[in-house]
């Protein structure tokens, strides 16, 4: 069970603070069941209310600040989304959201970066797909990662990339 002021990543919806742990005074809701009231670090007035045993919804601990700096300092070996045929790149980037592991978001993020970078060198744009995914891992993997490194999270995307590079550099 969470408590008060910890940081959780909240089924598809990203990283929420659970701000109160009881039964909620709302009509039609039971007194005798337990809810997290969870707000959003980053959207103003985004507030969930979760029953505590709700078997429905994936919830987790967001990563301390050890387990974010190993994430990237292994995001160099991490292996790319393979993708045989083209007409299942969406689902195939669905499933691995899915999963709400942070290694998957990696994965998803090089495999697009590095289709982004093909795609340019052939002076082509990348499509609005591939940009959505990327979009959607990188607010999650970001988000998390912000609050891990108590950091803003404008700063983590190049904080991430100059670590990286650094670990290539020595390796």
């Not at 959780?8 to 659970?18: A, E, L, N, P, T």
């Not at 069941?33 to 707000?39: A, D, F, P």
């Not at 190993?70 to 689902?91: F, Q």
């Not at 979009?135 to 609050?147: C, S, T, V």
């Amino acid at each position: 069970m969470f408590e008060v002021g910890d940081y959780v990543v909240y089924d598809s919806y990203g990283v929420y603070q659970v701000n109160k742990v009881g039964s909620l005074d709302m009509s039609g809701v039971p007194k005798d069941k337990i809810y997290y009231t969870l707000v959003s670090p980053y959207v103003k007035d985004a507030t969930i209310y979760s029953a505590v045993d709700n078997p429905k919804v994936i919830m987790r601990a967001v990563m301390g600040k050890d387990e974010a700096m190993d994430l990237i300092a292994e995001m160099k070996d991490v292996e790319l989304l393979e993708i045989k045929e083209e007409k299942k790149r969406n689902d195939i980037f669905n499933e691995a959201l899915k999963t709400y592991d942070c290694k998957d978001l990696v994965k998803i993020i090089k495999t697009l970066y590095i289709r982004q970078e093909q795609k340019l060198a052939e002076g082509k744009k990348s499509t609005a797909g591939d940009d959505k995914y990327l979009k959607i891992a990188e607010d999650r993997l970001y988000g998390e990662l912000a609050i891990s490194l108590d950091m803003d999270r404008k700063d983590v995307k190049e904080f991430v990339e100059k670590k990286v590079a650094e670990y290539i550099e020595n390796a």
